[in-house]
């Protein structure tokens, strides 16, 4: 396997425990918007220890990002990167992924889910190609939100947040369950990329079918 050691250019803070971790970009590394790699902390003991984490910087920026929700409650790969500083270095692996753009749609995404689309959005902004698509966000609450306002310049009306932990003005309060899905999309014959957590994946995924949607227009990291 490929192993890339790079040092992390800066670490910014998206929301109250997301951060962009900016990196160095080896020579000739290229991916996919929506694809990601393996990344693991360059010290004894954590360089074993990868995990994956998807690109949200574009190919032709000349460094890499991610944007990763830091899980301090526990002694993991996550807690470990949230005491990290520009400057140390961590081990990038062989880029990977199921999840690509194929065409204009609906993205629904739960919490951290949505990292693989945010490449996807700035890619289409950039060629000028949003049109029509549609992100549906669910949240626990409105502080969890990542790139809420990147996100609502890029889409607009066509940004959805909804919210199952709290009842805030301007904001659905609803799971994503088949109800939702058909008070929020009224063409099933498109494309559709989920991304979350893995339970919420098989139940949109199920309803989607169940409301009319092919499997072969429904994609999902696998």
């Known amino acids: ?41 360059n010290l004894p003991r954590w360089k074993e220890e990868r995990r994956p984490f998807t690109f949200t910087s574009l190919n032709e ?12 409650d526990h002694d993991g790969v ?14 990038l692996h062989d880029v990977w992924g199921a999840i690509n753009y194929k065409g204009e749609g609906t993205f629904i995404a739960g919490g951290a889910g949505v990292t693989p ?21 669910s949240n626990k609450t409105q502080r969890d939100i990542i790139l809420k306002d990147e996100f609502t310049a890029m889409l607009g009306d066509n940004f959805i947040n909804t919210l199952t ?36 994946i098989s139940d949109v995924k199920a309803n ?5 949607a092919s499997d072969n227009l429904i994609t999902i990291e696998l």
């Not at 920026?61 to 301090?72: A, C, N």
């Not at 689309?117 to 966000?137: E, H, T, V």
């Not at 989607?208 to 009319?212: A, D, E, I, R, V």
């Open 165 to 200: 932990a709290e009842e805030v003005p301007g904001y659905d309060h609803h799971k994503i369950d088949d109800e939702y899905l058909k008070q929020k999309i009224n063409n099933f014959n498109q494309q559709f990329y989920i991304c979350g957590p893995d339970a919420m």
């Open 117 to 137: 689309f945010i490449a996807i959005f700035r890619q289409l902004q950039k060629d000028k190609k949003l049109g029509d698509n549609k992100l549906i966000f």
């Open 1 to 41: 396997m490929e192993e890339h050691v790079v040092k992390i250019l800066s670490i910014e803070p998206v929301t109250h425990n997301v951060r962009h971790f900016r990196v160095e970009k080896p020579q000739g590394y290229k991916f996919v918007p929506g694809q990601a790699t393996e990344v693991a902390v």
């Open 208 to 212: 989607l079918q169940k409301l009319g």
């Open 78 to 91: 996550t807690n470990q990167l949230g005491q990290l500083k520009a400057g140390a270095e961590l081990l």
């Open 61 to 72: 920026w000349d460094h890499l990002e991610f944007t990763i929700k830091i899980y301090s």
